[in-house]
């Protein structure tokens, strides 16, 4: 009888672990799956206007003209393609990735709102708790700014001619605002990397280096030097 | 000019529209539904949920109308469904004016012009709707690799993942609130009032455990950072 309590016990530890372990992993899964098949579909249907345009309007402008325009396109924010993705994965997650990327309005929403629920709940950022609450975010940000844009464009230039001109003037400095919060969002705990952040961010601003990629540069640096900091305090 | 807005307004195009807004609140509510399910073993309580989704909420307020103002320059150029579709969703402002110009450029004209045929307004479509998926297919297929190698860099030492997560934070949103702030004093004053803002209220509420801020504080950054910049137009 003995033997076999204790064959029990031993037996439920590892198993627990592995429940625990699994929950997370249909976490990723759903998200990859759902993820990447939204995505798919998104694809497939970003073909049905310019082929329609082309085909069906007869106002096709020539394979020669839209190779310029794709080949002029993606030499000047092809690196973006792939450099974007990188940059802001390490904020995003997995499941934020595929919803930001998809719903657009990366910098000025999605991150704001993630980094919004993250501090909302006290999530360390990189954390599974960080990135569940920020799908949180992301999710319900998309929706807003979809409810928001739709009343608005069906609207149309009637709505926006009830928006005050002092509303409108304000929100010239939307940007500066939004970047500026968020900033200090993460700043706050670690003032004296953010003040590092903020001293690569101006210099790598005023360096002839191209423009595009300039963000991605000031990432990898930071990156670089927190990673340094933190092996020198013997914390990582 | 008025030829081509009734191309672009016409109901095809808005029914593609309608197609694109399906899509991205489908995604939204699935990952809402994928988030509530892992949330527990992520170590989010109920409470916590609600809070989560209260924040991303409040602080998607701010920027999705400043999303629409952005927009509305656009759909008297390009119609209101492409706009739509493509600022409002998928792109960001800076990218699609790009794509507008480079796809009407390769037309050898451009936007707003007075001899503007329908033919460039499918150039225009053909370079903004081709060029926007190179990030859907990086994303749809490298997410899953980007997975794993967190995995890898989380199971040897979490911490380094928890700095990574950080850092890029900081060094993405020290860079777009430089950017920002280096375009006129107003600006300056805009982005550090609201930082200023956002770390006294994230100390207040860290120091008081005033939770409700933490959902708010976004929200607030944004108003204060906002009036103040629009404020200082009139004194410099």
């Not at chain 1, 939204?38 to 839209?66: K, N, Q």
């Not at chain 1, 005023?206 to 900091?229: D, E, G, N, Q, W």
């Not at chain 2, 699609?96 to 796809?103: L, R």
């Not at chain 2, 390769?106 to 225009?124: H, N, Q």
């Given at each position: 009888?003995?033997?076999?309590?204790?064959?029990?016990?031993?037996?439920?530890?590892?198993?627990?672990?592995?429940?625990e372990?699994?929950?997370?992993?249909?976490?990723?899964?759903?998200?990859?799956?759902?993820?990447?098949?939204?995505?798919?579909?998104?694809?497939?249907?970003?073909?049905?206007?310019?082929?329609?345009?082309?085909?069906?309007?007869?106002?096709?402008?020539?394979?020669?003209?839209?190779?310029?325009?794709l080949?002029?396109?993606?030499?000047?924010?092809?690196?973006?393609?792939?450099?974007?993705?990188?940059?802001?994965?390490?904020?995003?997650?997995?499941a934020?990735?595929y919803?930001?990327?998809?719903?657009?309005?990366?910098?000025?929403?999605?991150?704001?709102?993630?980094?919004?629920?993250?501090?909302?709940?006290?999530?360390?950022?990189?954390?599974?708790?960080?990135?569940?609450?920020?799908?949180?975010?992301?999710?319900?940000?998309?929706?807003?700014?979809?409810?928001?844009?739709?009343?608005?464009?069906?609207g149309?230039?009637?709505?926006?001619?009830?928006?005050?001109?002092?509303?409108?003037?304000a929100?010239?400095?939307?940007?500066?605002?939004?970047?500026?919060?968020?900033?200090?969002?993460?700043?706050?705990?670690?003032?004296?990397?953010?003040?590092?952040?903020?001293?690569?961010?101006?210099?790598?601003?005023?360096?002839?280096?191209?423009?595009?990629?300039?963000?991605?540069?000031?990432?990898?640096?930071?990156?670089?030097?927190?990673?340094?900091?933190?092996?020198?305090?013997?914390?990582? | 000019?008025?030829?081509?807005?009734?191309?672009a307004?016409?109901?095809?195009?808005?029914?593609?529209?309608?197609?694109?807004?399906?899509?991205?609140?489908?995604?939204?509510?699935?990952?809402?539904?994928?988030?509530?399910?892992?949330?527990?073993?992520?170590?989010?309580?109920?409470?916590?949920?609600?809070?989560?989704?209260?924040?991303?909420?409040?602080?998607?307020?701010?920027?999705?109308?400043?999303?629409?103002?952005?927009?509305?320059?656009?759909?008297?150029?390009?119609?209101?469904?492409?706009?739509?579709?493509?600022?409002?969703?998928?792109?960001?402002?800076?990218?699609?004016?790009?794509?507008?110009?480079?796809g009407?450029?390769?037309?050898?004209?451009?936007l707003?012009?007075?001899?503007?045929p329908?033919?460039?307004?499918s150039?225009?479509?053909?370079?903004?709707?081709?060029?926007?998926?190179?990030?859907?297919?990086f994303?749809?297929?490298?997410?899953?690799?980007?997975?794993?190698?967190?995995?890898?860099?989380?199971?040897?030492?979490?911490?380094?993942?928890?700095?990574?997560?950080?850092?890029?934070?900081?060094?993405?949103?020290?860079?777009?609130?430089?950017?920002?702030m280096?375009?006129?004093?107003?600006?300056?004053?805009?982005?550090?009032?609201?930082?200023?803002?956002?770390?006294?209220?994230?100390?207040?509420?860290?120091?008081?455990n005033?939770?409700?801020?933490?959902?708010?504080?976004?929200?607030?950054?944004?108003?204060?950072?906002m009036?103040?910049?629009?404020?200082?137009?009139?004194?410099i």
């Amino acid at each position: 009888m003995s033997y076999t309590t204790d064959n029990t016990v031993e037996m439920t530890a590892p198993q627990t672990e592995a429940a625990e372990k699994n929950t997370i992993d249909i976490f990723y899964k759903r998200s990859h799956f759902w993820g990447r098949f939204t995505l798919l579909v998104l694809i497939i249907m970003c073909f049905a206007p310019p082929l329609y345009m082309s085909f069906i309007l007869d106002a096709h402008p020539g394979w020669g003209v839209i190779a310029a325009g794709l080949v002029g396109y993606a030499s000047f924010i092809g690196i973006m393609w792939v450099l974007e993705p990188i940059t802001y994965y390490p904020t995003l997650g997995v499941a934020g990735t595929y919803l930001a990327f998809l719903t657009g309005n990366i910098a000025n929403m999605c991150l704001p709102c993630s980094s919004a629920a993250q501090k909302a709940v006290n999530a360390e950022p990189g954390s599974t708790k960080a990135e569940v609450a920020g799908v949180f975010g992301i999710a319900v940000a998309s929706l807003t700014n979809i409810a928001v844009l739709v009343v608005m464009v069906i609207g149309g230039t009637y709505l926006i001619t009830l928006i005050p001109p002092y509303i409108e003037g304000a929100f010239n400095f939307v940007l500066p605002s939004i970047f500026g919060a968020v900033l200090g969002q993460f700043a706050y705990k670690t003032p004296q990397y953010g003040v590092i952040a903020l001293v690569i961010g101006m210099i790598i601003l005023f360096s002839p280096i191209f423009s595009l990629i300039k963000i991605a540069l000031c990432v990898a640096l930071t990156i670089t030097a927190i990673l340094f900091m933190e092996k020198k305090k013997g914390n990582i | 000019m008025r030829h081509i807005l009734q191309i672009a307004n016409s109901a095809p195009f808005w029914i593609f529209a309608s197609i694109i807004v399906g899509i991205v609140v489908f995604q939204a509510l699935i990952f809402l539904w994928i988030a509530k399910k892992s949330a527990p073993d992520a170590g989010l309580s109920d409470k916590e949920v609600t809070t989560a989704i209260r924040a991303g909420f409040i602080s998607s307020i701010g920027p999705s109308f400043g999303i629409v103002i952005v927009l509305v320059s656009l759909i008297a150029l390009i119609g209101s469904p492409i706009t739509l579709m493509r600022i409002g969703i998928i792109g960001s402002a800076a990218t699609e004016s790009s794509a507008a110009a480079i796809g009407a450029s390769s037309f050898g004209t451009e936007l707003g012009a007075s001899d503007f045929p329908v033919e460039a307004l499918s150039a225009i479509v053909w370079t903004m709707f081709l060029g926007g998926t190179g990030w859907l297919l990086f994303v749809m297929l490298f997410t899953k690799s980007m997975g794993k190698t967190q995995e890898k860099i989380q199971k040897s030492n979490p911490k380094i993942m928890a700095n990574v997560a950080l850092a890029a934070m900081l060094g993405a949103f020290a860079y777009l609130a430089s950017e920002q702030m280096v375009t006129s004093f107003n600006h300056t004053i805009a982005g550090i009032l609201a930082l200023v803002s956002m770390i006294s209220m994230m100390m207040l509420a860290d120091k008081r455990n005033i939770s409700w801020l933490k959902e708010w504080a976004l929200g607030f950054a944004l108003v204060i950072g906002m009036a103040t910049g629009y404020i200082s137009t009139f004194i410099i």
